[in-house]
Nanobody
Framework: QVQLMESGGGWVQPGGSLRLSCAASGAIWKIMPMGWYRQAPGQPRELVAGIGSDDNTNYADSVKGRFTITRENVENTVYLQMNFLKPEDTAVYYC????????WGQGTQVTVSS
């Protein structure tokens, strides 16, 4: 079993920054693809950013140039640096990891407003 612990969400003004963390623990036997989905009220779930086992990254078009996902392999942790945040970034952000199954974090609320 794999457990994911998310942190770093909160409230920020437009143009501000937040850094999300997702730490994996448990029966981890390889480097896992990891990343974040987000879901805003009334909106479909959206892949925000992912980082593969080979450290290739991918981003939603809406966050390219503003968000950066990185990996700290020693701690089995991924980070999502979110800069120039916009109100439309407001959502619950869910960390994921993939082994034989998909594993999910508890979610962290990001609110961007004046």
């Amino acid at each position: 079993q794999v457990q994911l612990m998310e942190s770093g969400g909160g409230w920020v003004q437009p143009g501000g920054s937040l850094r999300l963390s997702c730490a994996a623990s448990g029966a981890i036997w390889k480097i896992m693809p990891m990343g974040w989905y987000r879901q805003a009220p009334g909106q479909p779930r959206e892949l925000v950013a992912g980082i593969g086992s080979d450290d290739n990254t991918n981003y939603a078009d809406s966050v390219k140039g503003r968000f950066t996902i990185t990996r700290e392999n020693v701690e089995n942790t991924v980070y999502l640096q979110m800069n120039f945040l916009k109100p439309e970034d407001t959502a619950v952000y869910y960390c994921y990891a993939r082994l034989e199954n998909w594993y999910w974090g508890q979610g962290t609320q990001v609110t961007v407003s004046s």
